[in-house]
């Protein structure tokens, strides 16, 4: 593919799109299976309505080699077995960094390289960086949508899977009026 030329992207609306804008996706309760803790209450939300969990809008700039891609990613607020809702998450095949940027509400990055977990605050105006080597999951742990603009290496990939094996670390949960970080283990 040649590089494309020259253009620029504007936030729309709330921020929630970009413009132009490229592919969509929606990932829905169901599309989530094996990553929360409790799964009994997992397959209640799928059986209760099946929620859209998040949604990514991405620029016309294409996942290859060179060029870099950006997208918009909207997890709405909720949480099931008492974790915070969150993106699937996923390591780089090929390992590359990442960067998000808080646009709305109030999130965390979770960070995970097999050994050690890390979690960053990202609101409004915050960047978080991910090094290469290190998988990432985004968790809205507040009571209105969390969304993030991620910038991300055309040639970097998506490794699911990795992180069904390897799990994350930690867990976010909602606790009284705040996030508790419980080792991944826990149920
Ligand atoms: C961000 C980027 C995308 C990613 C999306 C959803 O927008 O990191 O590359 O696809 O979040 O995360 P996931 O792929 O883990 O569902
Ligand atoms: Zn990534």
């Keep these: 593919t040649p590089p494309l030329q020259p253009f620029a992207i504007r936030f729309g609306a709330d921020n929630a799109t970009l413009e132009p804008q490229g592919p969509t996706l929606q990932r829905r309760m169901s599309d989530l299976e094996g990553l929360f803790a409790d799964r009994r209450a997992w397959e209640q939300a799928v059986a209760d309505g099946d929620p859209v969990v998040y949604t990514v809008v991405s620029s016309p700039v294409p996942e290859t080699a060179r060029e870099l891609p950006q997208s918009i990613t909207t997890i709405f607020p909720g949480d099931t077995g008492g974790e915070f809702w969150m993106t699937k998450g996923h390591q780089h095949p090929d390992p590359q960094g990442e960067i998000y940027l808080g ?79 419980v080792p991944f283990g826990t149920p």
């Design 103 to 181: 646009l709305e509400g109030h999130g965390g990055l979770l960070l995970f390289d097999g050994e050690r977990a890390e979690w960053l605050d990202i609101s409004p105006g915050v960047i978080g960086y991910i090094p290469p080597g290190w998988a990432h999951r985004s968790v809205n742990v507040g009571d209105e949508p969390y969304r993030f603009l991620a910038v991300y290496p055309g040639s970097a990939g998506h490794d699911y899977g990795w992180v069904l094996t390897h799990g994350m670390g930690l867990r976010a949960r909602r606790s009284a009026d705040r996030v508790e970080l």
